[in-house]
């Protein structure tokens, strides 16, 4: 933290320029150009500058690859504006205790809804129960049990941090966060929800699932989609 506070409090240089260091870190702040992109532009030659691509795993800002080369020359630059509200060591604070907010809603959240099955909620069912004891989510189950399955062959993604859908510092609430995903997917405008709010559409429930264990960042904190999801459905519920 030390480090970063030195970087964005440096003065700019004699020519009016903020040294590299800053202005690669001002970039990357801002989250308006693919954060792969801002460090290939600080770290790689020119003729190696790159962006996420499709079939790789996309970082925050994009959420998907580009089809596309990132064409030869295309620098990423801020405004006049963009830079003075990224500089300084408050907007790091600022971003950090965005990242707490947002984690902390997420668990209180789950907290409020246990016990619950939004499942059967939606589907206008009783509901006062878990949804691994809810025959309805026999399906969901069992999708579930195949992406198991088929995980050490990619479903959650390098560098998420557990081979089970995560719900951040709560283990107890795994089921709560499986039944918000069933949720999505089986209640009517499902895939226009999604397209809403994560651009993607889905042929069937093993694309979905297999989209579920991507690398993805809840308000800068990391995760998988699946917490993105399950936080929107609480958020909505609550």
Not at 36 to 51: E, H
Not at 171 to 200: D, E, M, Y
């Amino acid at each position: 933290m030390q480090e970063m506070r030195e970087i964005l409090d440096c003065p700019v240089n004699e020519d009016g320029n903020l040294p590299p260091d800053t202005q690669g870190m001002q970039l990357f702040l801002s989250k308006e150009f693919c954060s792969r992109g801002v460090l290939s532009q600080f770290l790689d030659q020119k003729l190696d500058w790159r962006w996420c691509m499709e079939g790789e795993v996309p970082c925050s800002v994009c959420q998907c690859g580009h089809a596309e080369v990132r064409p030869a020359g295309l620098e990423f630059q801020l405004s006049q504006e963009a830079v003075d509200v990224t500089t300084g060591p408050e907007e790091v604070f600022r971003q950090d205790h965005m990242k707490d907010e947002a984690l902390s809603r997420y668990e209180q959240d789950l907290k409020l809804m246990l016990g619950l099955c939004l499942y059967c909620c939606t589907m206008q069912r009783p509901f006062v129960h878990n949804v691994n004891t809810c025959a309805m989510g026999f399906k969901w189950i069992r999708a579930k049990d195949d992406a198991r399955t088929k995980g050490r062959h990619g479903w959650i993604a390098p560098g998420s941090a557990t081979g089970q859908i995560p719900s951040t510092r709560m283990t107890s609430a795994n089921s709560l966060t499986w039944s918000c995903l069933c949720v999505i997917f089986a209640r009517p405008g499902a895939a226009g929800w999604l397209k809403r709010h994560f651009q993607r559409g889905f042929k069937d429930v093993p694309q979905y699932m297999a989209w579920l264990g991507e690398v993805a960042s809840l308000e800068g904190n990391k995760c998988i989609q699946a917490n993105c999801v399950a936080a929107l459905v609480l958020a909505e519920f609550g």
